[in-house]
């Protein structure tokens, strides 16, 4: 009898033993507004608020959203925040008469922001419109960045695909290219920023192009992206400047980059080595939106990295 009673709580241990139940539980994303100058600001949030906390800035046509998937598991051990930019998402979306739209001003919208919630340190993760919105952020306030990690986020002419060319007319001319607009905001090409190059098209949920398409086509969306498209062009004109600032401050940072990415191509990516030789560069097999198939590997390597190289 005593051994089947030791066996009993042999088992019961197995079941509920250190390993389970030193596990982190999973918190709830939970959803918010913030008035930030008089404009009405959306943002995901989860995990502790006084564990380290990892800014998620997101990507053209996109929206937080973009990030549903990996956000529950960086909670476990980080606190997470995801804001819409003006314009994207659930954020308010005001006429250009009333807000000017430029990576300057939704930079400097996304600081303010994160100053009204208190938030004086944390690492950024960023892709595609996040990359020059974190830059200029990063850059404004480098004594607030603990890491930084890039997926798909374009910081060198080499990592600019063959598309970039006729976008450069563009900008030389926009009134010369109205063609220009009406593929950036076309159906297809909403879908392509996500399944193009992708051996596994049945791992991506339809809904994210058709949302986001959805909303690009409301009422002034076009005349806010054009404007943006526009004004890309100060990105392109500033790599030098934030390649001169990597090289000088150095941040502890993960590059996560979907190769088949047609927009930002792989040797944007490589490109990071450069000016950061002990930057940690996984190249996986994923397109733009490369958390779309690549979610649970990339969030591993973001926590691997952020116990290891991230100061706590």
Known sequence: MMKLKLAAIGFATLLSGPSVAAAPEATPTTYHYAQV????????????????TIVLLHGFPSSSRQYDALIPLLAKSYHVIAPDFPGFGHSDAPPLVEYEYTFDHLAATTARFLEQLELTKYSLYIQDYGAPVGFRIMMAHPERLQALVVQNGNAYREGLGPKWAKIAEYWENPQAYPDVIDAFLSFEATKQRHIAGTAHPELYNPDSWTDEFTHISAPGQREIQSALLYDYRTNVASYPTWQAWLREHRPPTLVVWGVNDPSFIAAGAEAFRRDLPDAQIHLLDAGHFALDEKNDEIAELVLRFMTTRAPH
């Open 37 to 52: 100058d008089g404009i009405r600001i959306f943002y995901r949030e989860a995990g502790r608020r006084d564990a380290p």
